[in-house]
């Protein structure tokens, strides 16, 4: 009788740790990221200029960026990424664009993706919201998350005789592949930006990224810091 006790009771042990592990196994894992990148915006080449004429071209920006993303070491490198992208100002209101990443990952040596953007941002007072949706192409194969739909919401705050204005974000991510649609991400940040020379911009960004729809989600913090200069200003 003892022993069936004693068979019993390490089998409800043996039950109860298992459970415990699966229960640990589907905990998200919190990862920490650094995310750096340097670019520079200007205005249409001449050429461009010369073909479309002034009205159409004085609304044309290209601009072009390279990049640097890491894993929980700095120096662990998880993609090194080049990207290129035009905009069109429609209205004061109105801009759309076309942009294209070349990326390095240890992983996938050459991956690239496509995006075509709508921009809409206004001011309300001192409030400044805004809003982005993007359609992105990723070059993976079928089944892999190909189709991808971001929508971005910001609302900033222009506080008056401060140079670090605040900004808040939220960015929803959907996958539309052959077994439907799947709304996968959510990425929050919450940064600024300083100008310490006209037409030179410094931006730092704390980014939170939560995966979801999947089996073993990850959650990670991310710093960003990125320099810009527009041609146009500096």
Known sequence: MNAVLRSVV???????????????RLRPETSQALWASAGVQGGA??????????PFCNRLRF??????????????GKQTYIDVSGRYKVSK???V????????????????????QLYLKRSWGRLLP?????????????????????????LGYDIKKWKFDPEFGVEFFSWVGNKGTSYFGTRY??????????????????LYDRERDVAYPT???????????????A
């Open 10 to 24: 390490v089998c409800a042990l043996i039950g109860v740790a298992g459970r415990c592990m699966a229960q640990e």
């Open 45 to 54: 080449p001449r050429f461009i200029c010369d073909f479309l004429g002034n």
């Open 63 to 76: 601009a072009g960026e390279v990049g640097y993303r890491s894993t929980d070491v700095f120096f662990a």
């Open 93 to 95: 209101l109105v801009s």
């Open 97 to 116: 664009g076309l942009e294209h990443r070349w990326a390095y990952r240890p992983d996938k040596a050459n991956e690239q993706r496509s995006e075509v």
């Open 130 to 154: 805004g809003y982005r949706f993007c359609y992105q192409h990723n070059y993976a194969d079928w089944g892999d998350q190909r189709e991808v739909l971001r929508n971005r919401f910001d």
């Open 189 to 206: 940040h919450l940064g600024t930006e300083w100008t310490p020379a006209k037409g030179h911009v410094i931006g730092l960004n704390l």
């Open 219 to 233: 959650y990670r913090w991310i710093w960003s810091v990125s320099y810009e200069v527009n041609l146009r200003k």
